[in-house]
Nanobody, 123 residues
Framework: QVQLVESGGGLVQAGGSLRLSCAAS????????RAWFRQAPGKEREFVAA????????YYADSVKGRFTISRDNAKNTVYLQMNSLKPEDTAVYHC????????????????WGQGTQVTVSS
C-alpha cells in the first residue's frame, strides 16, 4: 500500500519557523517529482512548492517565495518543507504529493497525496 505521511505541523507564532516532513512508503519515489500543497478553511487547495526527482529544480508559489524551501532525501524517500517567517495567512492543512511529471501535473493534479498536517500561525 502506497502512503505519503506528513509530520511536523503545529502551532507557531508569526515570524516563527516550522519544518514539515513527508515520508513515503509502499514504493520508492526517488524518480518522482514531489510537491507541497495547502488548504485553508473555506478555500480551495493551492500549490505551494515542487521539486524535481533529482532535487536540481524547484519552483514556488509567489506567496511563499523567499520564505519556504523544499528539499528531498531520496535515500529516505522523504521530502521536506522548511517554512520561515511564517504569517497568519500561512495557516492551513499542508499536504504532500508525488507525480512523475515535474513540468505539468505535479502542480495541478498529482497522482499521489498525503492526508495532511495542520499548521497554525498565531498573530
Amino acid at each position: 500500500q502506497v502512503q505519503l505521511v506528513e509530520s511536523g505541523g503545529g502551532l507557531v507564532q508569526a515570524g516563527g519557523s516550522l519544518r514539515l516532513s513527508c515520508a513515503a512508503s509502499g514504493r520508492t519515489f526517488s524518480n518522482y517529482a514531489r510537491a507541497w500543497f495547502r488548504q485553508a478553511p473555506g478555500k480551495e487547495r493551492e500549490f505551494v512548492a515542487a521539486i524535481s526527482w533529482s532535487g536540481g529544480s524547484t519552483y514556488y508559489a509567489d506567496s511563499v517565495k523567499g520564505r519556504f524551501t523544499i528539499s528531498r532525501d531520496n535515500a529516505k524517500n522523504t521530502v521536506y518543507l522548511q517554512m520561515n517567517s511564517l504569517k497568519p495567512e500561512d495557516t492551513a492543512v499542508y499536504h504532500c504529493a508525488a507525480d512523475r511529471d515535474f513540468w505539468g501535473t505535479i502542480k495541478t493534479k498529482p497522482g499521489y497525496w498525503g492526508q495532511g498536517t495542520q499548521v497554525t500561525v498565531s498573530s
